[in-house]
């Protein structure tokens, strides 16, 4: 069984406020004590505060897509890469499957959490992995060789 509150404020029994929806902050607990998160729960923020320290979760992103799959041979061409947790303007590589070669995209712009565009020149025939890198150091390269050159 699922049970859903909806409040603005909860308060302890001293009348602190444990949640409060006008700031969107959330107290657990008291300085010393264990605060456990339940299995299945998730942090849909990319960043917690503790002690006054912001904790950044780790945004890892993922490439589900890409569009065109197919294009020329020494052409610069736009690919617009789906996926998800983008950050801001990431690091955007092809890499060769037959050579292991990484060849960095011209250029990149950041459309949002779920889409960039990348522009390649490739000179090299083949398929290619995209590899997308954000600037927390974080990245993920398609299961799949997604772009084919010809």
């Not at 070669?101 to 390649?120: D, E």
């Not at 000179?123 to 772009?147: C, D, H, K, M, P």
Request: zero cysteines; proline letters at 3%; a positive charge.
């Amino acid at each position: 069984m699922t049970s859903i509150v909806k409040t603005n404020t909860f308060q302890d029994q001293s009348g602190n406020n444990i949640i409060n929806r006008a700031s969107t902050t959330v107290t657990l607990g008291k300085s010393g004590d264990t605060v456990s998160v339940a299995s299945g729960a998730s942090l849909t923020t990319p960043s917690l505060t503790v002690n006054g320290n912001a904790i950044q979760a780790r945004v890892i992103p993922t490439v589900s897509s890409i569009s065109p799959t197919s294009i020329s041979a020494d052409t610069p061409t736009n690919v617009t890469i789906t996926g998800t947790n983008f950050i801001a303007t990431p690091i955007v590589e092809a890499l060769a499957s037959s050579t292991g070669a990484y060849i960095r995209a011209n250029s990149v712009s950041f459309t949002g959490a779920t889409t960039i565009v990348a522009n390649f020149t490739l000179s090299t025939t083949g398929t290619y992995y995209i590899r997308v890198e954000n600037n927390n150091g974080f990245a993920v390269r398609s299961a799949t060789a997604l772009l084919t050159v010809s």
